[in-house]
């Protein structure tokens, strides 16, 4: 479920400090995310609760305007390479970068593409004094639609800069960076280059010439696929993975073909897309659906029962490439083909990441010749975690299986070592299952997120 993202200035203050811009925009502000109230926080001074931040909205918008392009499009950065940038990508996506030494509340922003989750993560009352005359009282973490976040800033933006014109400032460092903005998001050839850039985790122009020459890529991947491969990449490093990746998917000899596909496609063309549906949600529907063409139930599948519907010889499940740099499906020339670019030897991970592309070839219709199987966080890719996890180990199985049952440590250790070694999967696997499901708390096991279930597959 997605909900609305609004910006509130309640009411504009006097006896602000700094620039005649901070200054004069000093206002009470509030921050809606559907039901949450972000802004809610216990006034220590005061001795009292209140639902908006009195700070400068022109800072607010300032930070929101220079941060545009990526708080639209990068997803949050997990990938063991991404280390030497939490410190960037913190300052822009944490609202707390906002600065002008004011308390700001404590959000963080990511894109998967489709939507933005947005984590809110108030502090527990402290023992003691605190620095802070400011305490943010809520915790959430949930999703807007990427339309709702786009008018909840636009709307900011353009008050502060009626608000500017009112009082007299009209050539504002604002004004300029927002015409910037809009210009590029209506230039197709800019938006796609600042896209690029975001996904990338790099600001504006700072890269122009690495930019193009991964832009020409476009032709060999597919538009949407190399936006894919730009999102789990480093800047220093994606030129040399896009050549290695290319070469070695000329010689792939691994191809299968789909059966059942077009029932499958049909099947699933009534359960929405990536950009009308959350994406763990579609994965677990696809994964069913396939399921139930393949004739599987809930029982485990076996290295022949894919064999058997992908049309090849179980021993060709060990044709991996190790030294490639990511896995991927490679469009075939009939539309239920594709070749297999895999790289990981474990039997678990092998099956993992074969049910992924194949997830990806029936549940997302973009037209790419690449499928990438990556590590980042957009919606395409938390859709082939979801399908793979499913496909493989039906968590409705397991919600039959267990509900009511799992009383103690021990018997969880028991059911994830049962579970992982029948159905042949990872035991962090069946443990996310069995998080998700709510059979058991998420607090002992690692972190649930309700609304991207396959979120600890990540790293599966």
């Not at 709702?148 to 353009?158: A, D, I, K, M, N």
């Amino acid at each position: 479920m997605s909900h609305e993202f609004e910006i509130e200035i309640t009411n504009w203050l006097t006896g602000g400090v700094g620039e005649p811009e901070v200054r004069e925009t000093t206002a009470e502000i509030s921050i809606r995310v559907g039901p949450y109230c972000a802004t809610e926080a216990e006034d220590r001074p005061a001795r009292s609760v209140r639902k908006s931040v009195r700070a400068s909205a022109y800072l607010l918008a300032s930070w929101f305007a220079s941060n545009w392009w990526r708080l639209r499009w990068e997803p949050e950065r997990t990938s063991p390479g991404a280390g030497s940038q939490t410190l960037d990508w913190d300052m822009g996506h944490k609202l707390g970068a906002s600065g002008g030494g004011y308390v700001w509340p404590p959000l963080t922003f990511s894109s998967d593409g489709y939507h933005l989750l947005v984590h809110c993560e108030g502090r527990e009352k402290e023992l003691g004094e605190s620095l802070s005359p400011i305490r943010y009282l809520n915790s959430f973490t949930t999703q807007v639609e990427v339309s709702s976040f786009e008018r909840g800033v636009s709307t900011l933006v353009e008050q502060v800069l009626a608000r500017l014109d009112a009082i007299g400032i009209h050539n504002s460092p604002l004004r300029a960076l927002w015409m910037e903005v809009r210009r590029e998001r209506t230039d197709k050839t800019l938006e796609a280059k600042r896209k690029m850039e975001a996904l990338l985790g790099v600001d504006p122009d700072e890269q122009e010439g690495l930019i193009e020459e991964i832009l020409k890529w476009q032709g060999t991947t597919g538009r949407q696929a190399l936006g894919e491969i730009a999102a789990a990449s480093e800047a220093s490093d994606i030129e040399a993975n896009l050549r290695a990746t290319a070469d070695a998917a000329e010689s792939v000899r691994l191809s299968v073909r789909i059966a059942k596909y077009g029932r499958i496609r049909s099947e699933l063309a009534d359960k929405g897309s990536l950009s009308s549906a959350v994406p763990w949600k579609l994965g677990r529907d696809a994964a069913a659906i396939v399921r139930s063409a393949w004739g599987l139930g809930d029982r485990p599948v076996t290295n022949g029962d894919i064999a058997a519907s992908l049309h090849l010889d179980e021993a060709e499940f060990e044709d991996v490439q190790s030294n490639v740099p990511m896995v991927v499906g490679i469009r075939g020339s009939r539309e239920e083909e594709l070749k297999l670019l895999l790289k990981r030897k474990h039997p678990d991970r092998l099956r993992f990441d074969l049910a992924r592309l194949v997830g990806d070839h029936i549940g997302v219709d973009a037209g790419d010749n690449w499928k990438p199987a990556t590590r980042s966080m957009t919606a395409r890719q938390k859709f082939q975690r979801s399908f793979a996890a499913e496909f493989l180990c039906p968590s409705d199985m397991l919600d039959a299986r267990y509900k009511g049952d799992l009383d103690a440590d021990e018997d969880v250790d028991e059911a994830v070592f049962e579970i992982s070694r029948e159905y042949q999967v990872s035991q962090r696997l069946v443990l996310s299952h069995l998080v998700n499901r709510g059979l058991i708390g998420g607090s002992s096991w690692g972190d649930s997120d309700v609304y991207d279930a396959s979120r600890m597959f990540e790293h599966s």
